[in-house]
């Protein structure tokens, strides 16, 4: 994973009060403390686990990430 891609999802941990579980070339997780919000990578974009609505594919995983976080709201 790249180092800017890393940085933006450990700054979203922080600002949300997340935890970082694991973040790796393939798939990114991270807990609320309640659910993990997961994100995996298909081909070569990002798609969103666990989620009530249909799979959208996103650029990076923070983005996916964030799109949960929209959903849980």
């Keep these: 994973m790249h ?3 890393m940085a ?3 700054r979203l ?10 973040a790796d070339d393939d ?5 609320d403390g309640t ?3 997961e994100a995996a990578r298909i081909g070569d974009r990002w ?6 609505r249909p799979p959208r594919a996103f650029k990076t995983p ?9 959903d849980a709201r």
């Design 3 to 5: 180092h800017s891609t």
């Design 8 to 10: 933006a999802l450990v």
């Design 13 to 22: 941990c922080r600002d949300r009060g997340l935890t970082l579980v694991t």
């Design 27 to 31: 798939k990114v997780s991270l807990d």
């Design 35 to 37: 659910s993990l919000l």
């Design 47 to 52: 798609a969103p686990l666990n989620t009530p």
């Design 62 to 70: 923070t983005d996916a990430i964030r799109s949960l976080l929209r």
